[in-house]
Structure formats: structure tokens, C-alpha cells
């Protein structure tokens, strides 16, 4: 064969040969302990590859990687790892064969980073020495962009079956020759969305800081984007972030953090805040008088890191409820939260205590011991409780414990102490003295409530004994300039709902009052009773409010001269005769009271004569005082219980 012909064939030979590599590839086994090796010189971190690798020439220059692991062999928890479905690797073939890859796109597909929570700390556990070679190492850019697709970090316990997860994990990082970091993406967190935008500058050796600003906007989380500059470094197993500054919304604040991430993390924070929102902004609006939730509260958490909080804001506003300025001091460890905070302003007032949480057991338990004073009110209880009746300064003491894992188990296991008292203020909405009035012919729904009526509160005062959730009071006292109360019974938190009897009594006219705590003008202004209890009860934001029949019968002489005397003197601005007015003189051709205080004398007149088979309303005389004798009737010291028990029955509408 003709030399010529021979080199023709080889030269056909090489061609097909580079077209197959060109599509197909080069296998590369031998290639993967040189990979190894390189890393784990350059890095001190053992890599093991169990899937196939490759080299590829088309279209450029390219190392494919599959089913990667990589550990820091000085870790003393096997747990810890990433894993990494695919690694592909493009760098200019010049690169290679000069010995220094200069690696132009990191692809890392699927990676996985398995964090184990550490839930005891070794007393005498000393930190992992870094990977070998590190520590002030020159650190060399070799790679100029890694994309990062559908990673997830995993933090697991598995003697404990706690398992957190952040999902979706997808990121763009870019290197410029100035050594200037930038990466942009999103992740899950805790199925929520969220951004976020790194930005930093490398060192020129891991022992330097190196300058970090961070942009995160998680709607479902935070209430306002995040953004936050400072200078970090890692020394070995320390974190330290120094410099910490940024804004929450329009809310700056500054400080400083470390962390110790050998076995167990231990925090240390120290924040100022001009203003912290906290709470889930698209939590939905609850209606008025709807149930506490049930959704878990997750505290599991807290049994997996120790921590030194400082936490102090200008104003602090948790969900509905609004707290300035802020100081609170905390610990946590193994599990148990202690808080101090000491003249938080609230309302106008301030306030001072201790909150405790202990989530170290499977249902976690909390404590709570404090003093108010001054605070006002209505916005403190409806932001806490739902509760937007009463309004007024107010001074407490409590002395609480609990015990859950959502709002109505905790709600519904409150035990404990509280003591209340309300002054110079108001019971919005609602005008008691018309609602006691009301009572003589109707049982009321609800509170009768009108957006522009309010009855006036000189103090209102109780103290609570609490158990399972139910706080019951014998020493329930209002005092306004129209109306007194006395009373007892319980307030169920858990269940929104009140229990109360009280003994309601009204000032019958405010003509010839004086201050409260003066001596009274005359018997007008002596606040007059109805003799006959009232309950309270049903839903808090709605209850039923009605005579006590019981009551009534327990004493029906004493009801009927009450009704008798608050018909004559209370009735008449309501009754619609001509000649009644407020606290005024009756016309002498009205029954006094006028058209209502008649109908109850009607009322009453019926029960005297036997009831309706004495006659009808209509039959009796209109002029008639409803004091009056009627012919054939019982003189009223010689009523039979019978007759006065017949005659509060029909007044009240019992049968």
C-alpha cells in the first residue's frame, strides 16, 4: 500500500475519531481521582463521586460530575454534608493544559445541604479545627459564574422526628476580576416565597471581613422588605457580623451578632430598632366574636440553638397590638426562654414583668407576671382580646401560666391571678342605663349597641381567680354618674364567653347630682335598684342580658317595689307623655312614669286581679296610678307569693 493512501486513511481515522468525541465525549474515570485530589488539596474537604463523569469538547470544553457528595472530614457528625446531583464545570481548554482552570460556569443541579440540629451541647465540646491549609490561605478567583437549580437545605433531628426544610432554592452568582460577589434569587421558606439579593466583596484572605449587603422581600414573612449591610467573618467555627445595619420598611436599625456554629449554635444579638413590625401580614382578619385558631404554633425550634438576645425598639407593634419605646433582655437555653422587659411604654402608660416559654417538652408552656399602669384600655384589649367596649386608664396585675400549642389551648388552660381597674373613662357603644330600662320589658341580645352613644365610667374594677381558662370574680363593681353594678361570675377566655349576675342600680334623674365622691344633692340622685339580678351571658362580643327569674321569685315584694319606683320616676322620659320629661315634674293628668310607666301598671294591676281573665290592658283606667287598689282586688300587703310570682311572670314575659 502506497504510503500516501496509508496517511489518507489515518488522517480519516483521526477525523472520525474527534467528530465522535465532539458528540459523544470522553469517558473520563481516571479523570475523577484527579478531581478528588485537587480538592481536597485546595479546600481540606473530602469529595466522593458515586455517578459517572465526563469530559465534553462540544460545544466548549466542559466536566460533567453526577451524584456528588462532599463533607469537612473533621466534622465529628456524619449527618452533615452536601449532596449534588450534577456538577457541570466550563472552562477554556487552554486552561487545563496549563494547569490553572479557569472555570467560566458552575452549574450545581439539585445540590442538598443537611444540617443536623444539635439539641444538647457538650459542656467540654472544643471546635472542629478548620480544613487543612485554610487559615489565611490566598484564596484565588477561579470561577466566574454559578448557577444554582432547585436546591434545598435540610435541618433534621431524627431522634426527635423534627424536620425543617428550605425548598426551591435558586440562584445566579456572578464574580467580576475585581473579586466582587453578586448573587440574585428565591427560595421556599416554609412554603413561602421569597427573594433575595447578596452583594459582597471577597477578601484577600479568609482571615479578613469581608463587606455583606443583603436585600430580602418575603411578603408572606416579613411585613416590609429587608435590607441590611455589614462586615462578616469566619474564624474557624465563630461567625462574626460586626457593623449590622439596614431598614425594615422605613425602619432602621443597628447592631451587632455572632455565632459559635460548633455542634449546637450559640447566638449572641444585640439590635435597636426605630420600629419592628412582627406577625404574619396576610394572616386573614378574623370577624368579630370568631373562635381562637387552632393552627399549631411550632416552637420545636427553640430547643436547637442557645442564645443572648438584646432587643430594644422606638416602637414595636405585634399584630394588632402597639408597644413604644421597647427594651427586653432574654436567654435561651435548652429550650427555656427568660424575658425582662422593664417601662415599656403602652398606651400611655407603661409596663413591667416577666414572660417565660418553655418549649423543651412536646407542648410547650409559658409564663407571665406583670404590672400596668396608665394604659389605656380600648386599644390594648382590642388588639389582645377582641374586646372594644370599655375604654379608660387603666392599672392591672397579673400573674398567668399556660400551657398549648395554639391560641385556644393556650387560651383554654390559663391559670393564675389578675387584678383590674379601669377609671375615667367610658363603655363605648353602649348605653347601660337605656339597657337597664329595657329590661323591664324585654330580654335583650347583644349590647344594644350605638356608634354614637357611650356611658360614662368613674372606675370599674375586679379581681380574677383563673383556672383552665375561666376567670371568675365576686367583687365585679362599676360606678358611673348614672349607673352602679355590683356582681360576680366568670369570663371563659378560651370560649370568648361571659357567665356574669350583677346587681345594676340607676340614679333616676341627674337633676341636683354632684361629683362622684361628693355627698349627694337629694333622694333623686340615690341610685335606685331593680331588686331583681341580671345575667349576662353568651358571647362576649354579643351576650343575652335578662332578668334572673330565679331572682325574681327569690323575692318578688322586694322586685315589685323596686319596678314600682323606678316605673314612677325613671320611665317618664321615655313614656312619650305629654307633660314627662327627664328628672321632671309628671303632669297631673299622666300616670306617673307616662305611657310606659301606665303599661306597666296595667301590668301589674293584672297580676293583682288574677291575671288576664281580669281583663285586658285596654280595660283598665287609663288615669289610674299603678299604685292603685282596684275593687275585689288584694290589698298588696296580703299578695300571696302565688299572686306576686303570677305577676313577675307575666311581667317579664315567663311562663
Do not use: C
Not at 35 to 43: A, L, N, P, Y
Not at 314 to 322: F, K, Q, R, T, Y
Request: proline share 7%; no cysteine; charged share 20%.
Amino acid at each position: 500500500m502506497k504510503i500516501s493512501k496509508l496517511a489518507g486513511i489515518l488522517i480519516a481515522v483521526i477525523v472520525a475519531a474527534v467528530a465522535l468525541l465532539l458528540i459523544v465525549g470522553i469517558p473520563s474515570g481516571a479523570l475523577t481521582s484527579a478531581i478528588q485530589s485537587r480538592v481536597e488539596r485546595d479546600t481540606g474537604y473530602r469529595i466522593a463521586i458515586g455517578g459517572g463523569s465526563k469530559v465534553s469538547l462540544f460545544p466548549g470544553f466542559s466536566v460533567t460530575l453526577n451524584d456528588v457528595t462532599l463533607q469537612n472530614p473533621n466534622d465529628r457528625n456524619p449527618d452533615s454534608r452536601l449532596t449534588i446531583g450534577r456538577v457541570r464545570a466550563e472552562l477554556p481548554l487552554g486552561s487545563v493544559i496549563s494547569g490553572k482552570p479557569h472555570v467560566t460556569e458552575l452549574t450545581l443541579t439539585k445540590p442538598e445541604l443537611r444540617v443536623p440540629l444539635i439539641r444538647e451541647r457538650a459542656p467540654t465540646a472544643s471546635s472542629p479545627p478548620p480544613p487543612a491549609g485554610r487559615t489565611g490561605r490566598k484564596i484565588d478567583t477561579v470561577i466566574d459564574r454559578v448557577i444554582v437549580e432547585d436546591g434545598v437545605v435540610v435541618m433534621a433531628n431524627a431522634a426527635d422526628r423534627v424536620e425543617d426544610r428550605i425548598e426551591g432554592i435558586n440562584a445566579e452568582i456572578t464574580i467580576d476580576a475585581e473579586r466582587r460577589v453578586s448573587a440574585v434569587g428565591g427560595a421556599q421558606l416554609g412554603g413561602r416565597p421569597a427573594k433575595y439579593e447578596i452583594k459582597a466583596a471577597l477578601p484577600a484572605t479568609d482571615a479578613q471581613p469581608a463587606p455583606v449587603e443583603l436585600e430580602l422581600d418575603a411578603p408572606d414573612l416579613l411585613r416590609a422588605p429587608l435590607a441590611a449591610k455589614a462586615e462578616v467573618r469566619l474564624r474557624g467555627t465563630l461567625l462574626q457580623i460586626n457593623g449590622l445595619s439596614g431598614t425594615l420598611g422605613d425602619g432602621a436599625f443597628n447592631g451587632w451578632a455572632s455565632a459559635d456554629l460548633a455542634g449546637k449554635p450559640q447566638l449572641k444579638l444585640d439590635l435597636d430598632f426605630q420600629r419592628l413590625d412582627l406577625g404574619n401580614p396576610r394572616a386573614p382578619a378574623q370577624p368579630a366574636g370568631a373562635p381562637w385558631s387552632d393552627a399549631r404554633i411550632d416552637l420545636s425550634g427553640l430547643n436547637y440553638v442557645d442564645a443572648e438576645l438584646r432587643l430594644s425598639a422606638a416602637e414595636l407593634n405585634l399584630g394588632a397590638a402597639h408597644f413604644a419605646p421597647v427594651s427586653i433582655d432574654a436567654k435561651l437555653v435548652g429550650g427555656v426562654v427568660t424575658a425582662q422587659f422593664s417601662q415599656v411604654g403602652v398606651y400611655g402608660g407603661e409596663a413591667e414583668g416577666r414572660l417565660g416559654i418553655d418549649a423543651s417538652q412536646r407542648t410547650p408552656s409559658f409564663s407571665l407576671s406583670g404590672d400596668l399602669d396608665g394604659v389605656r384600655a380600648l386599644p390594648l384589649l382590642g388588639g389582645l382580646a377582641e374586646f372594644d367596649r370599655i375604654d379608660g386608664k387603666m392599672q392591672a396585675k397579673l400573674a398567668l401560666r399556660a400551657g398549648g400549642d395554639s391560641q385556644r389551648a393556650i387560651l383554654s388552660s390559663i391559670a393564675g391571678t389578675a387584678f383590674v381597674n379601669v377609671r375615667d373613662g367610658e363603655i363605648r357603644g353602649v348605653n347601660v342605663a337605656r339597657m337597664i330600662r329595657k329590661l323591664t320589658t324585654s330580654t335583650l341580645s347583644g349590647w344594644q349597641e350605638s356608634g354614637t352613644e357611650a356611658t360614662d365610667l368613674t372606675q370599674l374594677g375586679a379581681s380574677f381567680r383563673i383556672a383552665q381558662g375561666k376567670a371568675a370574680t365576686a367583687d365585679l363593681a362599676l360606678a358611673g354618674p348614672l349607673v352602679r353594678m355590683t356582681g360576680a361570675g366568670t369570663i371563659d377566655l378560651g370560649a370568648k364567653t361571659l357567665a356574669l349576675r350583677v346587681e345594676p342600680k340607676l340614679v333616676l334623674t341627674t337633676q341636683g347630682q354632684s361629683a362622684p365622691g361628693e355627698p349627694q344633692a337629694g333622694p333623686a340622685a340615690e341610685p335606685v335598684g331593680l331588686g331583681i339580678p341580671v345575667m349576662i351571658e353568651g358571647p362576649w362580643a354579643s351576650p343575652r342580658i335578662f332578668p334572673d327569674a330565679a331572682g325574681i321569685l327569690d323575692n318578688p315584694d322586694a322586685a315589685y317595689a323596686r319596678l314600682r319606683q323606678i316605673g314612677t320616676g325613671l320611665f317618664g322620659a321615655l313614656g312619650g307623655g305629654a307633660n314627662s320629661s327627664a328628672g321632671g315634674a309628671q303632669g297631673t293628668d299622666n300616670p306617673p312614669g307616662g305611657a310606659l310607666g301606665e303599661s306597666i301598671g296595667r301590668l301589674i294591676q293584672q297580676g293583682l286581679q288574677g291575671g288576664a281573665a281580669a281583663g285586658s290592658p285596654r280595660d283598665a283606667t287609663p288615669s289610674q296610678p299603678p299604685t292603685a287598689q282596684q275593687p275585689g282586688a288584694a290589698p298588696a300587703d296580703r299578695t300571696d307569693d302565688a299572686t306576686m310570682n303570677a305577676i313577675m311572670k307575666q311581667l317579664f314575659g315567663r311562663q
